[in-house]
């Protein structure tokens, strides 16, 4: 079966960095494209960035770009986001998603909560 | 960017009733070389990550009930459930993966009337 798990977050002062990680099993991963795709507290999704499969490309929202960066290690079957001055307004949960034709697979998702 | 508008932004439908949620691209997301639309459709339950139910516009994903269905072509969707059931109580989601930054609608909450 395809899984994905993120983790990483956590409870960061504004300014401050954290680095997500998203595990994934259970398809050739070095195959796909991935996505970082968050959602604040009570509100709707957002994609954050994506990543080819080599890593060669990656794109971003205006609203992290400079700030965020995505990577992957295709020998540990990972994609990172890897998040530095942090803003309140990246308070959210963040998931990993394979991309594709429609996005099937998602990961539970991992909340970050920015504030002092 | 590509601006995706959802409406309405809530609906109440009766057990058993049809419903239906309309998506409008501010940009044309149909791709001529291969006459697809670069739409998908998700359902979040409170809690849950979203679940993909339609991509193409019009395709079901697989293990999806048939009472979904997508339609619509270019810059105009209709997400139907054609006979709702009580595990269909959601918030529904369009996307465009035509261009990035990928855009998602700003959600449909669908409740029981």
């Known amino acids: 079966d395809v899984q994905l798990v993120e983790s990483g977050g956590g409870l960061v002062q504004p300014g401050g960095s954290l680095r997500l990680s998203c595990e994934a099993s259970?398809?050739?991963?070095?195959?796909?494209?991935m996505s970082w795709v968050r959602q604040a507290p009570g509100r709707g999704l957002e994609w954050v960035a994506n990543?080819?499969?080599?890593?060669?490309?990656?794109y971003y929202v205006d609203s992290v770009e400079g700030r965020f960066t995505i990577s992957r290690d295709n020998a540990k079957n990972s994609v990172y986001l890897q998040m530095n001055s942090l803003r309140a307004d990246d308070t959210a949960v963040y998931y990993c998603?394979?991309?594709?034709?429609?996005?099937?697979?998602w990961g539970q998702g991992t909340l970050v909560t920015v504030s002092s | 960017d590509i601006v995706m508008t959802q409406f309405p932004d809530s609906l109440a439908v009766s057990l058993g009733e049809r419903a239906t949620i309309n998506c409008k691209s501010s940009?044309?997301?149909?791709?001529?070389?291969?006459?697809?639309?670069?739409l998908a459709w998700y359902q979040q339950r409170l809690g849950q990550p979203p679940k993909l139910l339609i991509y193409?516009?019009?395709t079901r994903e697989s293990g999806v009930p048939d009472r979904f269905s997508g339609s619509g072509s270019a810059t105009d969707f209709t997400l139907t459930i054609s006979s709702l059931q009580a595990e269909d109580v959601a918030v529904y989601y369009c996307?465009?993966?035509?261009?990035?930054?990928?855009?998602f609608g700003q959600g449909t909450k669908l409740e029981i009337k």
């Open positions: 998603a394979r991309d594709g034709g429609g996005w099937t697979y």
């Open positions: 259970g398809f050739t991963f070095s195959g796909y494209w």
């Open positions: 990543i080819k499969q080599d890593g060669s490309e990656e």
């Open positions: 940009q044309n997301i149909l791709f001529s070389s291969n006459n697809k639309s670069y």
């Open positions: 193409w516009a019009s």
């Open positions: 996307q465009q993966y035509y261009s990035t930054p990928y855009t």
